[in-house]
C-alpha cells in the first residue's frame, strides 16, 4: 500500500467532500480517502498495482474540483 495527500480546489461543503471520497473509493486499488475541507486536501491510501497517482488526481478532476 502507498499514501499520498493530494490539494483538492473548488471544495466548500460536506457535499464537495462526499463527492471526492466517493470518486476516489470507486476506484481498484483505493483502500481510503479522506477529505480535509478546511485544508482543501485528500489523503488517499491505495495499492500503486493496481492505481497510480495520475489515476488518482483524474478522478478529482472528473469529479469536477481542481487538483493542485
Known amino acids: 500500500m502507498a499514501a499520498t ?3 483538492v480546489g473548488g471544495m466548500t461543503c460536506n457535499h464537495c467532500k462526499m463527492a471526492v471520497e466517493k470518486a ?3 476506484l481498484d486499488g483505493v483502500r481510503d480517502a479522506s477529505v480535509d ?8 491510501e491505495y495499492d500503486p498495482a493496481a492505481v497510480d ?3 488518482l488526481r483524474k478522478a478529482i478532476s ?5 487538483v493542485n
Not at 475541507?37 to 488517499?44: F, G, P, T
Open 37 to 44: 475541507l478546511e485544508a482543501k486536501k485528500v489523503s488517499i
Open 62 to 66: 472528473d469529479a469536477g474540483y481542481e
Open 24 to 26: 476516489l473509493k470507486t
Open 53 to 55: 497517482e495520475a489515476g
Open 5 to 7: 495527500v493530494i490539494n
